[in-house]
């Protein structure tokens, strides 16, 4: 039997490629190993062994919320061409970008109260993907775009959360505290439940800016309040609330339970919305009725 080659020249042999004498190791594990074996790491050179066990072993900086440090933002461009798609659809269908509200596609969807208390509730959240005219989708957009650091600070799954629960919870304070017949559209829900997020996260970094913060966002419904007409305000705050209630369930929950506890909060946040939608649908049952709530055909008892 023939002995492996750094027998022959004196020098030990790579421990993943016996065949390769070398004078170098691992600085961790001390094994010898060739130059492909080895890895540059903070103290001298380690072997791909040893960095792999060491990224399996090392805990990773997370933000606030539990998420990866250095995550990329990926929801928000999903989420604003979802809404520009769906916006370009119901134009297309209506002929006109103006009137797009004019489309069966777009009542079919849209957050129309009857509707919703006649047996579709989905359209609490599909609502959120409607707008009315190029300027209501252009100004919530714009507005998502500039929140994008919020994806970042809650990971993924947590702001896709916060942003389909805004988006419900915003529908569901028109649906309960609004009137009898409104139909409601649009993602400022979501928006405004987005920057509730950010004004939890602002307040337990405690950073400064946050009363800063909280003064934008009044100022902000009050401006959209009062410059485009037939907005709601209700649909603005129950997002700002549902947002903001996660947030700080997400953010203040200990690490040792985060999951858990964060999830939990998710659930807790969907029951008591559930709770709302039965009530509210109960009260309405007796006043109103739908001859086709598709076409938004309905009608208020005397």
Not at 31 to 37: G, I, K, M, S, Y
Not at 266 to 293: S, Y
């Amino acid at each position: 039997m023939s002995s492996p080659h750094g027998a022959q020249t004196g020098q030990p042999v790579c421990a993943r490629h016996r065949d390769r004498p070398t004078g170098l190791s691992c600085a961790r594990c001390g094994r010898p190993a060739c130059p492909e074996c080895l890895v540059e790491a903070s103290v001298g050179f380690q072997c791909v062994d040893c960095v792999q066990e060491g990224r399996r072993t090392t805990r990773r900086a997370t933000t606030v919320a539990g998420a990866e440090v250095g995550g990329k933002v990926l929801l928000i461009p999903v989420l604003i061409a979802v809404n520009l798609a769906v916006y370009l659809l119901t134009a297309v269908l209506a002929g006109s970008p103006m009137e797009n509200n004019d489309s069966a596609f777009f009542r079919a969807l849209v957050g129309f109260d009857p509707s919703i208390t006649e047996g579709e509730p989905w359209r609490l959240l599909t609502a959120g993907f409607l707008h009315f005219g190029p300027f209501h989708v252009a100004v919530n957009m714009l507005s998502l775009w500039f929140l994008r650091d919020v994806e970042v600070a809650f990971g993924r799954v947590r702001f896709l959360a916060i942003y389909l629960l805004s988006v419900i919870g915003g529908g569901m304070a028109e649906y309960v505290f609004g009137g009898v017949d409104n139909a409601l559209a649009g993602a400022s829900g979501a928006v405004y439940g987005v920057l509730g997020a950010l004004v939890v996260v602002v307040i337990r970094m405690k950073r400064q800016g946050a009363a800063q913060l909280i003064g934008y966002v009044v100022l902000l419904t009050l401006i959209t309040y009062w410059a485009i007409p037939n907005v709601s305000l209700l649909g603005h705050v129950g997002g700002f609330v549902v947002g903001a209630a996660l947030a700080v369930a997400f953010v203040y929950a200990p690490a040792a339970n985060r999951v858990r506890l964060q999830a939990g909060a998710v659930v807790l946040v969907l029951v008591a919305l559930a709770g709302m939608f039965l009530l509210r649908q109960n009260q309405l049952a007796e006043v109103v009725f739908c001859t086709d709530p598709t076409a938004m055909v309905c009608f208020i008892r005397a």
